[in-house]
């Protein structure tokens, strides 16, 4: 059995024992929400050449029932656009609104966030406001970090203790921006 016809199974299971009926769309106002990552669709395309139509799978997961997505920054049209660049903002969100999807994470990189070079930290950290102020645009409920990467001759300890003081500072432009609040 290939992997998509198992993950197209588990789904479905997954939406018949939580009660979800695979054919008609949930109202958004269901006490559980569902989504999907497009990470495994970039990674598919990358890796085995696939091409899945965004349109495809935006369509995939309104007929289905999922609620909303969690963008990937390098697909399907490479990374995030800056808060210079509000056209393109305004597209993604029209795109993501006709499958009446909502874009509830964006997923980004924290290696930056753990490097030894100070002047790495404060440029991811820039990276992340900008990557803030797209999510807030979206109305993401959250962003998603995936801090892998070498420790680039420092130690264990040394990386956890700057990936915390990144974090923070993260956190802190996150807060201001009105993402942290569970209103």
């Not at 999922?66 to 808060?83: C, N, Q, R, V």
């Not at 990189?109 to 070079?117: D, I, N, R, T, V």
Request: net charge positive; proline share 4%; with cysteine.
């Amino acid at each position: 059995m290939q992997r998509r016809d198992v993950l197209k199974t588990l789904v479905t299971v997954f939406l018949a024992s939580a009660g979800y009926s695979a054919s008609a769309p949930q109202s958004k106002r269901s006490r559980w929400k569902t989504a999907f990552g497009l990470n495994g669709f970039a990674s598919s395309s990358r890796k085995y050449g696939k091409i899945f139509p965004i349109w495809e799978v935006l369509g995939f997961a309104a007929q289905t029932g999922f609620d909303g997505i969690e963008l990937h920054g390098t697909w399907p049209m490479g990374a995030y656009p800056k808060p210079k660049e509000p056209q393109r903002i305004s597209a993604l969100k029209r795109l993501y609104d006709a499958y009446d999807l909502q874009v509830f994470s964006i997923q980004t990189g924290a290696g930056g966030g753990f490097s030894p070079a100070a002047v790495n930290r404060k440029r991811w950290l820039e990276e992340f406001r900008d990557q803030a102020h797209f999510a807030k645009a979206l109305g993401c409920d959250c962003i998603s970090m995936w801090p892998g990467g070498r420790l680039q001759r420092q130690t264990l300890q040394e990386a956890i203790v700057h990936l915390g003081q990144s974090f923070r500072e993260a956190a802190k432009i996150a807060h201001d921006l009105g993402l942290t609040d569970n209103g």
